[in-house]
């Protein structure tokens, strides 16, 4: 077969291809682009015949590859593109080398150039015949395609590197033609060639110091954007970099390694540099100079600056694709010196430090710790439980929390537990014990030389006094959400020591420091600092207990600044400041279990029982009882004094979270001793006298003594009155609510309306005071009106007083109390399937919170009472029962009272503010 004729057979082909296809598709513009450039491959087949002393058969191979290519893409569109767009590739990366054949004497290394760079087209024609063939199917072809695409960026990588060589060949022989007036320049080139060792073919050199970790866990979407970052195949022409930013023992170094280790096909060379300082930069360069055949006599395998310029000069001008790899990348001054001009592939850094990371590199990953599904992943890999039993894995997912999930931590443990053959389960008892012993100890396959104990002293030396005083202020908050308001605000009226803190711009500074190091995180355009939990405790323990102690004063100092104070002023509810509140009960919760699980107590215990009561006033107000009454109950224990008015609003709030869980009688005792601190400090005049008087009428008025619950609201009214206190229309609600109880709708209307604040009567009025304490007032007088006979108004005023407390308080005992409410309202109405409905989502309700028990009992024997109504007993009879049981439950002293109304209602309060 002649192969002249072969690319007009194959030009014939493309135009059956362009004719059978419609002209807006874009394959038809790349297919008559391509045709001229197969001019070219004629040039090539001429070439192989020369080179190869080919015959015929072979180079008719080139066209008959190319046609079969073109055939097996043609059958989809997509394909073709991307095919065509190749051919396009090769085509112009083939150099007219007929050219060279006319001109130049082809010498042995021309010829083996050339040969090399037709080798490769050859082997890749080959392969993408092979590929086609394979995947036959537009599916299977379009799940495959990537790492088709990716074989065909790695062959035009290669094959544009040859055919520079076969460039400077045919230069060289250009020069040979007139070797009298190159001379001098053929000796300097011939002196300065790079030996076998950089032949591409020959040089697969990497120095990665640590093996390949077959328990490396998680990071999948990380290394895919190192990738695609680092890809050798990119078409950009600036050199590739990236940095790995994040804390110690975070898993910057083994990510990296990972990367390496999965990279090796797409870089020849791997060069792997400790990067700590300039000693170890040093030392690596000069490993990897003499590995690479860089260095000369002795002297120069001594000198740490000629490795590093010999290496950054190879790096510049090496045709091999490179890796280069600093790790643990801390100095900037030191990195900057090892830095290459140029390289031909791509650099990663690891790094601690943020100005190292957005200096050099081109773009940077902030490493944070494994979520707990990769961290408990990892530990299972670690310890030889990857096909464990769900117990095992859930210990996993415990102890991975408890060390969020900081890779470090987990591969420590993993070698202590198989070191002592512990099960997971027996782990963190041990720990709890153990800790600063455990945190010391080093894996003896660990290859990392940190410790959790050490990992971070190398941060730690690095701060100035104000960041690392900083840095153990936050190690007493929670760790999670630390508002710089907090310490702005909070650190008012601390001693010069914490002066700094008022101020933001000082305070930015110091935290900046902190977020360079890697020691905390911020997103970005938050004022809320976040903090590892290692990190946080690692900090504490540098600390004396002295130290520990002030820092915990302070910061209990600090978080005083997030709560109203009740103690010293009548100020009622204040919703307005629940945002405030909300950012500083995480921290107190946290100083009180550091209270509880160490050895530091605070030096002002009054100061630190005085934040308890204003933390757990918030926690009442938002109906978190148990964890209200668990919070006061400890401030009540840790007052020194007894006397003061904080003491007395303590022993008030603990009251005041019985009478909300309808234990009257226990709240009696409590609001009598406050009366009685409040008239020994303020004297019987002061209208803060009518706070006590209004808590203990309203016990008086649960446990049925309206007599004297009258007489105490009427002497409160009578001091308010007299102060001209703006709290006069809490005292009116209370008063009218208790006529309302002695079965006096109309005074109860009448008093009521003296409110200032409802002067006007409309829903407008209650729902703009956003306020939870006045949205009970909607409901006392929709209760009102029910109790007139005016149902229709009764319920429409309870249907807002419900919608109201569901936004603003979400579903808790208030909502809970106003369905029943509005239940009861529509069965008078007639509407018994309505007020089943709301009955039972108390029911369901009521089961998300532990104070719920006494509106579930009386939700339930209303159900029974409807359905008995409606004679399905069976049904009636199921609801008796559980409403028993919950009865029971919610106080057992009625556990053997009759099924009556009366006695469930004893369960919820009569008026629950």
């Not at 004497?105 to 086609?132: K, S, W």
């Not at 202020?473 to 650190?491: K, N, R, V, Y």
């Not at 008025?701 to 309206?706: C, D, F, K, P, R």
């Amino acid at each position: 077969m002649d192969e002249r004729p072969l690319p007009r057979e194959l030009l014939d082909s493309i135009a059956s291809i362009q004719t059978s296809t419609s002209g807006n598709y874009s394959g038809v513009i790349a297919l008559r682009r391509l045709a001229p450039r197969l001019k070219f491959v004629d040039d090539f087949s001429a070439v192989l015949a020369l080179c190869f002393g080919a015959d015929a058969t072979l180079t008719a191979t080139v066209w008959g590859s190319i046609r079969i290519i073109l055939g097996q893409a043609a059958s989809t569109a997509d394909t073709l593109q991307d095919i065509l767009d190749m051919l396009e590739d090769l085509s112009l990366t083939l150099p007219r080398f007929q050219i060279y054949e006319r001109t130049l004497p082809l010498n042995r290394q021309l010829q083996h150039a050339i040969v090399d760079v037709y080798g490769e087209i050859i082997c890749f024609y080959a392969r993408t015949i092979y590929f086609l063939r394979s995947n036959p199917h537009l599916v299977l072809r379009k799940n495959a395609w990537q790492t088709f695409q990716k074989d065909f960026a790695r062959t035009i990588l290669r094959i544009k590197r040859m055919s520079s060589v076969v460039e400077s060949e045919a230069d060289m022989a250009r020069m040979r033609q007139d070797e009298s007036r190159y001379k001098e320049v053929l000796e300097f080139l011939n002196a300065m060639k790079i030996d076998e060792k950089d032949n591409p073919k020959s040089l697969r050199f990497n120095n990665i110091p640590f093996p390949k970790n077959p328990k490396f866990s998680g990071r999948k979407d990380m290394l895919a954007q190192i990738q695609t970052t680092l890809n050798p195949a990119s078409s950009s022409s600036s050199m590739q970099s990236m940095a790995l930013f994040g804390m110690g023992g975070v898993g910057k170094t083994q990510t990296a390694l990972q990367f390496a280790y999965q990279s090796l096909d797409d870089f020849e060379v791997v060069l792997w540099v400790a990067a700590d300082n300039a000693i170890s930069i040093g030392q690596s360069f000069g490993t990897i100079a003499s590995e690479l055949g860089l260095l000369g006599g002795d002297d120069e395998k001594k000198d740490p600056v000629v490795a590093i310029w010999k290496t950054k000069n190879w790096l510049n001008s090496t045709q091999l694709p490179c890796l280069l790899i600093f790790d643990n990348a801390d100095d900037l001054g030191a990195l900057k010196k090892a830095w290459p001009a140029s390289i031909n592939g791509a650099i990663l850094l690891t790094t601690r430090d943020f100005e190292v990371a957005t200096t050099l590199a081109a773009k940077y990953l902030q490493v944070e710790p494994l979520n707990i599904e990769e961290g408990s992943n990892m530990l299972l890999k670690a310890v030889g439980l990857e096909d464990t039993p769900s117990s095992d894995t859930q210990h996993a997912v415990t102890i991975t929390k408890t060390f969020g999930g900081l890779p470090l931590a987990l591969s420590q443990i993993g070698g202590f537990i198989n070191q002592r053959k512990l099960s997971l389960q027996d782990f963190l008892p041990l720990y709890e014990k153990y800790s600063t012993r455990i945190d010391a100890r080093k894996a003896s396959h660990d290859d990392y030389e940190y410790t959790l104990s050490t990992v971070w002293n190398v941060s730690f030396e690095k701060l100035s006094e104000e960041a690392a005083h900083l840095l153990s202020l936050l190690s007493f908050f929670d760790p999670d959400s630390i508002s710089e308001e907090i310490m702005l605000h909070g650190s008012q009226g601390l001693d010069g020591e914490f002066s700094y803190l008022s101020d933001e711009f000082s305070l930015g500074d110091s935290a900046e420091e902190l977020l360079r190091a890697a020691l905390v995180t911020r997103a970005r355009g938050s004022s809320t600092l976040s903090i590892h939990r290692l990190v946080q405790s690692a900090a504490r323990k540098r600390l004396d207990k002295s130290t520990k102690v002030k820092y915990f004063d302070a910061v209990a100092h600090m978080l005083g600044w997030g709560f109203p104070d009740h103690a010293s002023v009548d100020i009622g509810h204040q919703m307005s400041t629940w945002s405030r509140c909300e950012k500083c009960v995480p921290h107190v919760n946290y100083l009180v279990d550091l209270a509880k699980t160490s050895d530091i107590t605070p030096s002002n215990r009054q100061k630190y029982a005085e934040l308890l009561l204003r933390c757990s006033w918030y926690l009442y107000e938002g109906e978190l009882y148990s964890i209200s009454r668990s919070m006061i109950q400890q401030a009540i224990e840790t007052f020194d004094d007894t006397s003061t008015l904080a003491y007395a609003s303590a022993i008030d709030l603990g009251g005041l979270i019985d009478l909300d869980m309808a234990r009257p009688s226990q709240a009696l005792a409590p609001f009598k001793r406050a009366l009685d601190i409040r008239l020994a400090r303020l004297g019987a005049e002061d209208p803060f006298i009518a706070y006590s008087l209004n808590n203990i009428a309203l016990a008086y008025t649960e446990m049925g003594e309206l007599d004297l619950a009258y007489k105490a609201h009427e002497d409160a009214i009578s001091l308010r009155l007299k102060a001209k206190s703006d709290r006069i229309g809490n005292s009116y609600s209370n008063m009218s609510s208790l006529l309302l109880r002695m079965n006096r709708p109309d005074e109860a209307e009448e008093i009521l309306a003296r409110c200032p604040e409802l002067k006007d009567f409309s829903d407008e009025t209650f729902l703009s005071l956003g306020n939870p304490r006045w949205s009970g007032d909607m409901v006392l007088l929709s209760r009102i009106r029910m109790a007139q006979g005016r149902v229709t108004e009764a319920i429409r005023l309870s249907s807002k007083a419900l919608a109201f407390r569901q936004s603003l308080l979400g579903e808790r005992l208030k909502t809970c109390d106003s369905r029943y409410d509005l239940a009861c309202m529509l069965l008078k109405d007639g509407h018994e399937s309505l007020a089943a409905r709301l009955l039972e989502e108390i029911v369901s309700i009521s089961e998300t919170f532990v104070e719920g028990e006494g509106q579930r009992a009386r939700a339930l024997y209303k159900l029974s009472i409807i359905y008995n109504g409606k004679d399905q007993q069976v049904l009636s009879e199921a609801y008796r029962e559980k409403a028993l049981q919950s009865r029971a439950a919610a106080n057992a002293e009625l556990k053997d009272a009759p099924f009556e109304e009366a006695e469930f209602a004893k369960l919820c309060l009569w008026m629950l503010w």
